[in-house]
């Protein structure tokens, strides 16, 4: 068994430096073996981040439970129904699932939170079409929203796969970029004008193209320099 040089600590033999002070293990007569059972569990860190966060979902929970419970009950009291505070109760929920939601996952993705968020904005504003009225939800707010969350959910994809390079990444985000703008008008025309026109979004679209072609060609130039240096022995 080895003991710490600098404070002291007893050291198992898996452990390459002090798990206190960090000092590197130095003993010639007991090499350290990383196959060895550690002297103690590496998850303690982890489980202590998550009851930090589980504790801060919970106070969040209750931080909203007041002003939530006391809105209902002065509009049910003032009104004797549920009239106005249904729309500030729609968003503090909706900021409940935004904010504490994250908190309970040990190893959270931000796909899933991206998709999650889609569709609870979607439920939002179906709530408030529900209290406001209008024909303003299903040919453009949910469009709308669904069409900005799968963009993200694409970046997002795209910038953590391990398989893409850079270049295929920019690539494929200019093109999400470019079809963003493009649907983004669309959608806008049809609901103020009913009618699909282009305007702004070509502004947009023509240089997401260009540079997406510039990544490309210049992405082929380092692939063929790289296979005619192998070729080449360089």
Not at 24 to 37: G, L, T, Y
Not at 161 to 170: D, E, Y
Not at 215 to 220: H, S
Request: proline fraction near 5%; glycine fraction near 6%; charge should be positive.
């Amino acid at each position: 068994m080895s003991y710490c040089v600098n404070c002291g600590v007893e050291l198992g033999a898996s452990e390459k430096r002090c798990p206190l002070c960090g000092v590197e293990v130095i003993n010639p007569a007991e090499r350290s073996d990383p196959s060895a059972q550690t002297p103690y569990p590496r998850s303690v860190e982890r489980v202590r981040h998550r009851v930090i966060r589980v504790a801060a979902a919970r106070v969040l929970s209750l931080l909203m439970c007041i002003p939530l419970i006391s809105i209902l009950l002065i509009d049910l009291i003032q009104d004797g129904a549920l009239t106005w505070s249904l729309i500030p109760a729609a968003s503090i929920v909706f900021a409940f699932m935004a904010l504490v939601f994250p908190c309970l996952f040990e190893r959270p993705k931000v796909w899933l939170f991206l998709l999650f968020g889609t569709l609870e904005t979607a439920l939002f504003l179906f709530v408030l079409k529900m209290i406001l009225g209008g024909d303003w939800l299903w040919l453009f707010a949910l469009p709308v929203t669904a069409l900005t969350g799968a963009a993200l959910i694409g970046v997002c994809l795209m910038l953590g796969s391990r398989r893409a390079g850079v270049p295929l990444k920019l690539i494929v985000m200019l093109l999400i970029m470019m079809v963003f703008v493009l649907v983004l008008q669309m959608l806008i025309e049809i609901h103020l004008h009913r009618c699909i026109r282009f305007s702004w979004s070509i502004y947009a679209a023509i240089p997401c193209a260009l540079l997406s072609l510039v990544v490309l060609i210049i992405g082929r130039l380092i692939q063929r320099s790289e296979s005619f240096r192998k070729k080449m022995f360089f």
